[in-house]
């Protein structure tokens, strides 16, 4: 079996610079915890196209764990179902850690935050259930925006008609982001660093950028602050290196 894995030292790089207030807050949980000393590994697919591998990625990173990337391999089909069933649910992403195997994206979110306390979730209880609740709309809901617009990186449609029933999800992520900026103070959606509720909805801020969905100037900088994150700056450009021609694959992107 080929299994493609990458590593991903957070020791090995340098602490990212964060913008706005989230470099200068001392009361944080530092980004790049300890691995203690367990080995980690990530399932993950289609860096363009599936969005639930980008969350649990981009939750690990931002929970500062050490891993390795268990990349599906699109054109392999044994290796593919070899790697998926390495997963209860057998889908992507799964995370291995510390004799500990976690599936599926929220319940891989819940796990990082007790791993690096506070990495993910905001401290304040009642901060954290209003994450929690809307992490949670996220992970069960707003089918006709994943339907309409799927993740495409690599893609760019200026002029796309959205379909009207994702008109009704995209009015409401949109109250969603304006409340969590508006009570939070930004420049991230619980406040000084991105969060479990920023990776959750980062695959949201791509299908606005790729679809050219039309947003009030405060929301539009959100989504390019989100971008310009330096690990989705890393998940974009290996993205944008994925082979052109891959099927399109069954799955609930
Ligand atoms: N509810 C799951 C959804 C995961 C999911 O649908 N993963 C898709 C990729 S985006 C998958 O593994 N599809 C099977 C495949 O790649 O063949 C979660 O939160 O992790």
Redesign the pocket.
Known sequence: MVIATRKTPASARPAPKRSGTAASSPKVAPRRAASKGAAASL?L??KN?????L??WLMARLAGLEFAEVV?PPDDADA?KEI?LL?P??????LTHDGVKV??????GEYLDEFNPGSLLPRDRVARAHCRALCGEM?SGFASLRSALP?NLKGDFPGFKVWARAEGDIERIVAIWRECLATYGGPFLFGARPGLADAMYAPVVTRFLTYHVPLAPELAAYCRRIVALPEMQEWIAAARLEPDDIDE?????
């Open positions: 399932s697919s289609s196209y599936s969005s639930w591998s969350r649990g599906v593919r998926l997963s649910s057998i889908l992507v992403p799964c599936w599926d994206t929220l319940a891989i992970h993740m694959l069954d799955m609930d992107f």
